[in-house]
């Protein structure tokens, strides 16, 4: 198996769980004492989120890219990065190395596609709800993005920003997810992809009435499938 280097940190608690399913999914696969051949690259997020602030992605991709060559130097066979938000930079860092760079957004539609649904409703930053990138890398699968409208977008980032990277979590805050799902398929959606790995932290299957798809869990098992090839 290649070696996956992991871009994390962003938030550290979703990185956490990111690096658990990854070793979860090899020990129930072979068995024994076998775990994940894995390098962390565990960013400060505060840098990062300060660039978010400013809207400073070029910078935020500069960093990213020079971390991701530094994990391919040190033998990583494949680069994956754990969070949702920053493969808005995901070209830049695509482009600065050589070995594969497994993008969340092609795993998350994959599996949708396969599921043969064609709107899904999206979750995640206010960058990924309201920027075009995720919602783009979808639609070249043929997916159409449904965003909240901008009150629920509002609620969505700040429990991301203030309660989940902060490992928060409510009971009070899972409802008002469970109430955007709900808005979201009134609206068409017939899926709702968790668009930000900290979410979850907060819900599951068991929160919406329509297919959900994790991009974490699913992220790392394509990752483990491109090692192993």
Not at 112 to 141: N, P
């Amino acid at each position: 198996m290649k070696i996956i280097g992991v871009l994390g940190g962003m938030s550290w608690e979703s990185s956490l769980d990111w690096y658990r399913m990854a070793n979860e999914q090899v020990r129930d696969r072979l068995g024994g004492f076998h775990s994940a051949p894995i390098l962390l690259d565990s960013l400060d997020f505060a840098e990062i989120e300060a660039l978010q602030a400013t809207g400073d992605w070029d910078g935020a991709g500069r960093i990213l890219a020079a971390h991701a060559r530094g994990l391919e130097a040190a033998g990583a066979g494949l680069v994956v990065l754990c969070t949702n938000t920053m493969h808005l930079v995901a070209d830049q860092i695509s482009a600065a190395i050589d070995v594969p760079f497994i993008h969340i957004g092609d795993t998350t539609a994959e599996v949708i596609r396969a599921k043969g649904l064609a709107t899904v409703g999206l979750l995640g930053t206010a960058f990924t709800m309201e920027q075009a990138f995720y919602r783009d890398r979808l639609a070249d699968h043929g997916i159409t993005s449904l965003i909240p409208d901008e009150k629920d977008r509002a609620t969505v980032h700040r429990i991301i920003y203030e309660e989940l990277v902060r490992g928060i979590v409510t009971e009070d805050s899972r409802q008002a997810y469970r109430e955007v799902i709900g808005r979201l398929v009134a609206a068409g959606a017939q899926g709702i992809v968790l668009g930000c790995t900290e979410i979850e932290l907060l819900i599951g299957q068991q929160d919406s009435p329509v297919p959900v798809f994790p991009t974490t869990a699913l992220h790392v098992t394509a990752a483990l499938a491109a090692a192993e090839e």
